[in-house]
């Protein structure tokens, strides 16, 4: 399994300079791939114009979205985004899309979210057809998310929590792509929280950001993985249940965070 790390484009603190030195120390120590959020409601810096910028001091880690809220985006000119960051990292971009969970980023994008499914199904095709070579995820958590990834895209990327949600989700990904009658196995991209040394500010994000879910958000800010034993559990646990690509989240802004998770995957 390989692992990679989150860029910290919606944690509190964050400054272009970091974002930079953040991508180049991640791939200098290892990580496999540089994942980003997306949210509209929210401090959230737009993602495909962060990972544009990591694709300039970065050579090998994949860029990858997870996810980004399709519906919200014009397809035409999303489909020339992702050419661009594709043709700028050299075709390490990982484009994964899903419908998104907030009510309220659809508002304020002027977006009707009654339809958002169609929408992202129409939208998925049509990227599919306009560049066969574009890797593509979707995420979600109910069935026609699982229709989707098998139909229109590459794989799944599971929304987060313990080895056992995703060992659950992995196999609805794989019985629909096997029902889609598609060849070989999908993949497969999990994800989780850490902030080691720093428990209470990364709980305080991660209630923040989780906090349209109400009390689930606490559960949210329980789960951050805040020890180095906990990290190897975790990490041991998505590789056992057959998890391809895990890519763990910061909740705090500080390059100190990487070098301490790399300490603790070492």
């Not at 990834?149 to 987060?160: I, K, L």
């Not at 989700?169 to 196995?185: E, N, Q």
């Not at 906990?230 to 705090?252: I, M, S």
Request: charge should be negative; include cysteine.
């Amino acid at each position: 399994m390989r692992v990679g790390v989150g860029l910290p484009t919606s944690t509190p603190g964050a400054t272009p300079e970091l974002l930079v030195e953040w991508a180049r120390t991640a791939e200098r120590l290892g990580f496999t791939s540089l994942g980003v959020v997306d949210r509209v409601v929210y401090d959230c810096w737009e993602p495909m114009l962060a990972l544009a910028s990591a694709a300039a001091v970065t050579g090998h880690a994949r860029l990858v979205t997870m996810i980004l809220i399709g519906p919200l985006r014009e397809t035409a000119v999303l489909a020339q985004q992702a050419a661009t960051v594709a043709a700028l990292s050299r075709g390490r971009l990982v484009l994964g899309l899903g419908i998104g969970a907030r009510h309220d980023d659809y508002q304020a994008s002027g977006v009707d979210p009654s339809h958002r499914g169609r929408d992202l199904s129409a939208q998925l095709a049509q990227l599919r057809m306009g560049d066969e070579t574009l890797s593509l995820l979707v995420g979600g958590a109910g069935g026609p998310a699982f229709m989707r990834s098998a139909r229109y895209a590459d794989g799944y990327v599971h929304g987060g929590g313990p080895p056992r949600a995703f060992a659950g989700a992995a196999a609805r990904a794989r019985a629909a792509w096997c029902d889609a009658g598609r060849p070989g196995a999908p993949q497969l991209w999990g994800q989780g929280y850490f902030a080691l040394g720093d428990a209470e500010r990364g709980a305080a994000y991660l209630r923040s950001y989780y906090e349209f879910t109400g009390p689930f958000a606490e559960k949210v800010a329980a789960a951050n993985l805040v020890t180095p034993q906990a990290v190897k559990d975790f990490v041991r646990g998505y590789e056992e249940e057959g998890c391809d690509e895990l890519v763990l989240f910061p909740t705090v802004s500080e390059l100190a965070q990487l070098e301490r998770l790399a300490e603790a995957l070492a």
